[in-house]
C-alpha cells in the first residue's frame, strides 16, 4: 500500500496572503513570508525604525536584508506540480492542542486567524470573507488564539474595548456607567498605543543594552585570546631560558669534570714518576743488599777481605721519606666550591622566584569583585602561612610547625642573622603574600598580640620597625595585592571590619605577629 504523505501547508504558506508562497524569504526568526508581502508590511514600519514579524511580533533593527529561500521556493513548485494543494485541507485538521476553527462542522479544521472584533477563530477557507468583505476588513485579525473570550467582560457580556486608568484593567462600555464610573478611561486602542510606545523605548534600551554586553562579551574573549597568547609566549620563552641555563650548567659540569681530569692525569704522571724513581732505587738497593749478604756468607777472611773494597760505596746518608700524602683531601675541596655554587644558585632562584611569580600575579583582568561577606567566601583564598625563624626575636618560641609564636622571659638560642628583628619581640612570615590571600590568627593570654602586615625590607630595629594592628581573639586578614586592598576583620559567627587600607604595594608582603606580654601565644590557623 502506498504511504500518503502528509503535509501541514500552513508551514509553507503565506500568513499575510494566506496562498502558497511566492518567492519565499525566511526572516531571521524563522518564518517565511512571500517576498512582496513582508516588504508591504515593512513599509508601514518605516517610520518607526522597528521592523517586526507578523507572527512571532519579534522585532529587527536594522530592517534585515531579504534574500529568496530557493530550497522553499523549489518545495512549493514541486507541490504544485504533483497536486497536493488539492490535499491542503485534509492535513489541517485541529488537534487537542490547535485552535480550531469556530464556523466549521463536524470535524473542525485548524484555525488559520483569530479576529479581535467577531472574537472568533477561522481556518483559511471560513476566512476569506475577512478580505472579501469591506465591513470585515476592518476586523484586527491576530495568530490563531484560544484566549478570545478574556476579551468578554464577564458582567456584562461584552467586548472589553475600553481600559481603566485608575484600576488599571480592561473593561467595557457598560462599566463605565456602573463600578468605574468617574475613573480615567480611555480606548484600549490608544492606552495600546501609549503603553506600545513605553515597551518599544524598553525594547530599544534592552536591544542597546544586549549590543554592550556583546561588546563586553567580545572584549572579554579578546582578552581570553590575549591571555592565552602571551601565556604561551611566555611559557615558550622561558622554557628555551631555561634549557640555556641547563646548558650552560652542562657545560660547567664538563668544563669542571675536564678540569678535574686534567688535574688527575697531572698528578697521577708526577705520582708515577716518583713512583718509577723509587722503584728504580729499590732495585739498585736490592742489588747491592745482595752483594753484601753474598759478602758476609764468605768464611774465607782473606776472601772477605778480598773483595771487600769491590762493594759500592755506603749512602752518604740514611734514606727518610719526603713524600707527605693528604688523601683525605684530593679533590674535596672541588665538592666544597661547587656545593657553595649550588647553594648560592638556590639562594638566587629562591630570591628571583619571588620577583617572577608577584609579576605572573600582577597579569590580572581587573573585573569587577563581588564584596566578601561570609566567612565561607573568605577561606576561598585562604593561605597555609609559617614563621620564618630567621626573623623571629631571641625571646619568640615557634612552635607547632612554626605556625606559633610564644613570647618567653628568657632568650632562645637562634643563631645570628641579618634579618633578625633585635629591639621588637616580633616576627615575619617566611612565605611572601600576593594575589588575593586569606589568613585567620588565634591569640591567647593577657595584653593582646599586634597582627601585621610588612614589606620584607622593613627595619629590624628602631621605633619604625614595630608592628602594630587590630588586637582581637581571633582576626581574619584578607589581601588584594593587586587592588592595593588589605582588610582585618574580627572573626566569630560573622565578619566584623574592624581596619581597612587602600594603597599601592610595590613589593610582596609578610604576615607579621608581635605577642604583647609573657606568655602570650599567636598562632595562625592552619587551612581547611
Known amino acids: 500500500m502506498a ?32 517576498m512582496n508581502c513582508i516588504k508591504r508590511h515593512w513599509d508601514g514600519e518605516d517610520q518607526k525604525g522597528i521592523y517586526s514579524c507578523p507572527q512571532c511580533r519579534k522585532t529587527f533593527i536594522p530592517r534585515p536584508v531579504l534574500e529568496k529561500n530557493t530550497m522553499l521556493a523549489e518545495l512549493v513548485e514541486q507541490l504544485k506540480m504533483t497536486g497536493l494543494q488539492a490535499a491542503r485541507a485534509d492535513h489541517c485538521y485541529a488537534g487537542p492542542e490547535d485552535v480550531a476553527c469556530d464556523v466549521c462542522t463536524g470535524r473542525k479544521l485548524k484555525a488559520f486567524k483569530s479576529c479581535l472584533v467577531c472574537l472568533a477563530s477561522y481556518c483559511e477557507k471560513h476566512l476569506q470573507p475577512h478580505y472579501g468583505a469591506a465591513p470585515l476588513k476592518k476586523h484586527k485579525l491576530v495568530e490563531p488564539s484560544k484566549k478570545l473570550q478574556e476579551n468578554i467582560c464577564s458582567r456584562h457580556d461584552e467586548v472589553m474595548k475600553i481600559f481603566c486608568r485608575t484600576d488599571q484593567q480592561s473593561i467595557c462600555y457598560l462599566c463605565t456607567m456602573d463600578e468605574h464610573k468617574g475613573h480615567e478611561t480611555v480606548p484600549a486602542a490608544a492606552e495600546r498605543t501609549e503603553k506600545q510606545k513605553e515597551v518599544e523605548v524598553m525594547l530599544q534600551n534592552i536591544l542597546q543594552e544586549i549590543q554592550e554586553r556583546k561588546k563586553d562579551v567580545e572584549l572579554l574573549r579578546q582578552e581570553l585570546k590575549a591571555i592565552k597568547d602571551s601565556a604561551d609566549k611566555t611559557v615558550k620563552d622561558s622554557k628555551e631560558i631555561f634549557t640555556e641555563m641547563i646548558r650552560l650548567l652542562q657545560k660547567r659540569s664538563s668544563d669542571v669534570e675536564q678540569l678535574v681530569r686534567s688535574q688527575q692525569e697531572t698528578e697521577e704522571s708526577r705520582v708515577k714518576d ?42 752518604e746518608s740514611t734514606h727518610s721519606s719526603s713524600i707527605k700524602i693528604l688523601p683525605q683531601r684530593n ?62 626575636h ?41 594575589g588575593r590571600c586569606y589568613w585567620e590568627v588565634e591569640w591567647r593570654g593577657g595584653g593582646g598580640v599586634y597582627i601585621a602586615v610588612a614589606y620584607k625590607n622593613i627595619r629590624r630595629a628602631g621605633n619604625e620597625c614595630g608592628f602594630g594592628g587590630p588586637v582581637s581573639s581571633r582576626v581574619g586578614v584578607y589581601l588584594d595585592h593587586r587592588a592595593g586592598l588589605l582588610s582585618f ?39 581547611k
Open 3 to 34: 504511504q500518503r504523505t502528509e503535509m501541514d501547508f500552513t508551514k509553507i504558506s503565506c500568513s499575510i496572503c494566506l496562498d502558497l508562497l511566492k518567492d519565499p524569504v525566511t526572516l531571521p526568526c524563522g518564518h517565511n513570508y512571500c
Open 274 to 315: 716518583v713512583e718509577e724513581k723509587l722503584e728504580q732505587q729499590i732495585t739498585e738497593l736490592e742489588r747491592k743488599g745482595s752483594k753484601l749478604k753474598q759478602l758476609l756468607k764468605t768464611e774465607d777472611h782473606n776472601q772477605f777481605l778480598h773483595n771487600y773494597p769491590s762493594l759500592p760505596p755506603p749512602s
Open 331 to 392: 679533590f674535596k675541596d672541588v665538592k666544597a666550591a661547587v656545593t657553595e655554587t649550588r647553594e648560592k644558585l638556590q639562594d638566587i632562584l629562591r630570591e628571583t622566584w619571588t620577583n617572577i611569580s608577584v609579576t605572573v600575579t600582577e597579569v590580572d583582568v581587573l573585573l569587577p569583585q563581588p564584596e566578601l561577606k561570609t566567612r565561607d567566601e573568605f577561606w576561598k583564598y585562604s593561605r597555609q602561612i609559617t614563621l620564618d625563624p630567621n626573623t623571629a
Open 394 to 434: 631571641t625571646l619568640l618560641l615557634l612552635s607547632v610547625g612554626n605556625r606559633k609564636v610564644t613570647l618567653m622571659d628568657q632568650p632562645q638560642s637562634y643563631s645570628d642573622h641579618p634579618d633578625r628583628f633585635t629591639d621588637y619581640p616580633q616576627v615575619l612570615s617566611r612565605e611572601s603574600l600576593t
Open 489 to 527: 576583620y574580627s572573626v566569630s559567627e560573622t565578619m566584623t571590619l574592624l581596619h581597612r587600607v587602600q594603597t599601592t604595594f610595590t613589593q610582596p608582603l609578610y604576615a607579621g605577629l608581635r605577642p604583647l606580654y609573657f606568655g602570650a601565644t599567636a598562632k595562625f590557623i592552619k587551612v
